[in-house]
Nanobody, 126 residues
Framework: QLQLVESGGGLVQPGGSLRLSCAAS????????IGWFRQAPGKEREVISC????????NYADSVKGRFTISRDNARNTVTLQMNSLKPEDPAVYYC???????????????????WGQGTQVTVSS
């Protein structure tokens, strides 16, 4: 059974950076597409980035493009989301998710993903 665990969340000032990690156990990630989502209080969960199984394809939501970078290390079974220039509108619980088709031809919907982590909180405040 695949399990995903996010880490790296925390409190950061506006303009600061955080590095989120998504670690997998019970399954190797190298065949899976991975997405990052976030959900702010009172809002729907939204997709912000995805990466294909090989890492050759990535996509970003307009709200994070140019500030966030998704990458993966299949040898370490982890996917990372580097978040720079954090803004007051970025706070949310951030989730990683995995899907078996291994693709990221575009940002995929929530329904495309088969497994989810428990989330990690990101707070941006001065």
């Amino acid at each position: 059974q695949l399990q995903l665990v996010e880490s790296g969340g925390g409190l950061v000032q506006p303009g600061g950076s955080l590095r989120l990690s998504c670690a997998a156990s019970g399954f190797t990630l190298d065949q899976l597409g991975i997405g990052w989502f976030r959900q702010a209080p009172g809002k729907e969960r939204e997709v912000i980035s995805c990466i294909s199984s090989s890492g050759s394809s990535t996509n970003y939501a307009d709200s994070v493009k140019g500030r966030f970078t998704i990458s993966r290390d299949n040898a370490r079974n982890t996917v990372t989301l580097q978040m720079n220039s954090l803004k007051p509108e970025d706070p949310a619980v951030y989730y990683c998710a995995a899907e078996y088709l291994g693709g990221c031809p575009r940002l995929l919907t929530l329904q495309s993903y088969d497994y989810w982590g428990q989330g990690t909180q990101v707070t941006v405040s001065s």
